[in-house]
């Protein structure tokens, strides 16, 4: 037997509702402030992911599906999801648009990492990306989707977290003082952070080797070093949170892992899951645009993660949606009316009912039993007395409660 790649899931038919629903108050969710899907390819030519996500990156550096195609090409299956989106918006001339221009996705991710309790090779985001805005209201705009989203799905827990990591003119002077802080450690630390050192010291602080971790513990932060802009981003910002009732903490150590992040960041961090609880993760990015060749245009988004959303609802028993079964099914008593039943599903779904009728060639007994695994609704027997009359009874299998009506009739009495 050929077994699944390592890291990746199936989600089996009984599962797929819980998706279904997840996705479904997720579009929900972005339509109501005004965001619109945008599609991208699952894979793109490697060089948007180096310079959009950044060479010092873990994920670039260590997690990418790339490989050469039969072209000679080198492709990469996306790591994340905005780049794509970047390069999407500059393709096709978004940037004409009014703005702001909002927009959201929903993905499969790819990244070669140790699979473990939330953190897999395949995994699927919903993520926001809004374009054209440098004003803070896009940032809580970006961050109450996030946190509506998990109003609706009945989630007070994750907690918002954010920081500002400033814009190049500041990072030039934050970095100075964290080399500082950090050269007499550094041969203490781990390989990629010894390169990171000089490539791009902040990522440091992203690291999850324990001994790095406690080396950076008491770093400078970047609040510290802060511009007079981007000090009055961030605080109108959270001026801003603050009147839209929505809970948040000032971490200055939340960095984020991408390179292509300037001013805000945060993460929604829960812990329902364990060791992986940020569900959701986002910021400010605006040099990206310009950096994968567009001009250059404001932006801020997120990623959220969906296999850690679910893994959250499932460990709170929150509510996923309900197992999807057709409303009703019908059980020819014999052979001899196995065609009148196939012909009576048939006229129940041109009126849009869920139906089902046996074509396994079951007994009558075998089918209740089949009926009852699966949990339909409704149970209508069709026998030859069923037939002659055109009158059948609909039995409600909660309560078992049965109602006669005409065959012809059995969509009405089912609304
Ligand atoms: P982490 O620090 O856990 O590695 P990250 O910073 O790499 O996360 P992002 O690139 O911000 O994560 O991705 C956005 C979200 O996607 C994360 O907050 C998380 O919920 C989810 N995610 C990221 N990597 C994985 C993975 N390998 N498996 C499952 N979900 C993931
Ligand atoms: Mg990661």
Same mark, same amino acid.
């Given at each position: ?287 990206? %645009?310009? =950096?994968?060749?567009? !001009?250059?245009?404001? +932006?801020?988004?997120?990623? *959220? #993660? ?38 009576? %599903?048939? =006229?129940?779904?041109? !009126?849009?009912?869920? +139906?089902?009728?046996?074509? *396994? #060639? ?38 078992? %409660? ?8 059995? +969509?009405?009495?089912?609304?």
């Amino acid at each position: 037997m050929i077994n699944i790649p390592k890291g990746t899931k199936d989600v089996v038919p009984d599962a797929a509702y819980k998706w279904h629903y997840l996705e479904d108050v997720v579009r929900k969710t972005a339509a109501e402030f005004g965001f619109k899907e945008i599609r991208t390819p699952t894979f793109e030519h490697t060089e948007l992911f180096l310079r959009g996500v950044g060479e010092t990156t873990d994920i670039v550096n260590k997690e990418m599906y790339t490989f050469t195609d039969k072209g000679d090409r080198s492709i990469t299956l996306k790591p994340e999801g905005t780049a794509g989106v970047a390069r999407a918006y500059i393709e096709n001339c978004l940037g004409d648009m009014p703005q702001p221009v909002k927009m959201y996705y929903l993905t499969p991710v790819f990244r070669y990492e140790r699979p473990q309790a939330g953190r897999l090779r395949e995994h699927h985001q919903f993520g926001v990306e809004l374009y054209g805005s440098a004003s803070p209201y896009a940032d809580a705009e970006v961050m109450l989707v996030a946190k509506t989203l998990f109003d609706k799905l009945g989630l007070t827990e994750p907690v918002l977290n954010i920081n500002s990591i400033g814009c190049p003119e500041c990072r030039k002077k934050y970095n100075a003082a964290l080399k500082e802080y950090l050269a007499g450690n550094i041969d203490k630390m781990c390989a990629s952070c010894r390169e990171r050192f000089d490539k791009n010291p902040l990522r440091i602080l992203d690291c999850k080797e324990p001994g790095c971790k406690a080396i950076t513990a008491s770093a400078p932060k970047t609040l510290e070093y802060l511009c007079d802009d981007c000090r009055a981003h961030f605080e109108k910002l959270q001026s801003i949170l603050s009147s839209a009732g929505v809970e948040f903490r000032v971490n200055p150590s939340v960095v984020r892992g991408l390179d292509y992040y300037t001013g805000t960041v945060f993460e929604f961090i829960s812990s329902a899951i364990g060791a992986q609880g940020t569900v959701c993760g986002g910021g400010r990015y605006n040099n990206l %645009v310009s =950096e994968v060749g567009g !001009k250059p245009t404001p +932006a801020v988004g997120f990623g *959220m #993660g969906l296999e850690r959303l679910i893994m959250i609802l499932e460990n709170l028993n929150l509510y996923l949606g309900e197992p999807e079964t057709p409303t009703i099914y019908i059980a020819p008593t014999s052979e001899a009316e196995a065609e009148a039943a196939f012909s009576v %599903v048939g =006229e129940l779904r041109k !009126k849009g009912v869920s +139906a089902e009728c046996d074509i *396994m #060639g079951r007994s009558l007994k075998a089918q209740m039993k089949y009926a009852g695994k699966r949990g339909y609704a409704f149970v209508a027997v069709m026998g030859a007395d069923e037939i002659n009359s055109g009158k059948i009874k609909i039995k409600r299998m909660s309560d078992g %409660v049965e109602t006669e009506c005409a065959i012809s009739d059995i +969509a009405e009495v089912l609304r």
